[in-house]
């Protein structure tokens, strides 16, 4: 009877990845159904995250996220750090941030959180220190390889947010991406904290298994199809930063696209290649193999 409510369960995230998915092809032609795609990937994420940790972890995911991203958001506005100097255009905000910054940073984070449990380990009870510090870090710089490509698209042809000193790529600062780097870690190193003190035990994990892994991932890798999409269709202009720069919007689309390449692009491929890894080459447990397990010295066991 229990395994008709997970298929069930399988079927619902498989039907809202498929959704996704096709929103990230075409927000790439139809710019303004970006918004929905993102309100639809913290969905995704709510009922992902519920069913591999349980709903308790993942709202400390949710509130990390949106409590830490919006409080250093709006001390760099106010002071430069940690990303720079910078404002939003436009209404809508939470304090100085628009509301939307927020489950911006939740839809995106979850899929590289997934990414990185797949390319070190995923956090449980009693993880070891290297898996519950490492996947964090990993999960960060698969996050700001995002931003990397996104970033001087939306700030410096979209204008959506202003770099009042501009910046070298493409008018975009070096702080803006190391800031990226240390928000994304800090939320998600508090997760990490809480699923290694709190989380579900490892002999106890609530479906997790390769198709959980591939939905994320996929996703992940989804989210660069804009990316080539603008590459082809975006209008070739010059463009002129705060600090009186002026670059071409040909340059930059290219840029983006190379970098998604080598990227995030990259990554995905890493984590799918490494899921096929692991469904294809894992050896069937065998008795032998538990009494090993059994007999494991205690110093290579992970520490409590």
Known sequence: MSDTPRSNRLTTLWAITIVIGLGLVLNGVIPRIGLLVILLQVAFALLHGAQRYGWRAIWVFVAAGLVISNILE???????FPFG???YTGGGKLFLVPWFIGPAYLATGYLAWIVATVLLGDVRRNSHWLTTIGTPVIAAFAMTAWDLSMDPRA???GQTWIWENGGGFFGVPLGNFL???FTVYLFMQVF???LRSRGPLPT???DRTGTSDLQGVLLYGL???SFFTTLFTGDHKTVTDAAGHSWQTADIYETSTLVTVYGMFFIAALALLRIAQQRTAAPAPTAAAG???RAEPETLRPSA
Do not use: D, R
């Open 155 to 157: 700030s410096t042809i």
């Open 179 to 181: 800031g990226w780097t």
């Open 85 to 87: 100097h910078y404002h």
């Open 223 to 225: 989210t660069t199809v």
């Open 204 to 206: 106890a994990e609530p």
């Open 192 to 194: 990490a904290l809480y």
């Open 74 to 80: 709006n001390l760099s506005i106010q002071a430069g």
């Open 291 to 293: 009494a090993t397990k």
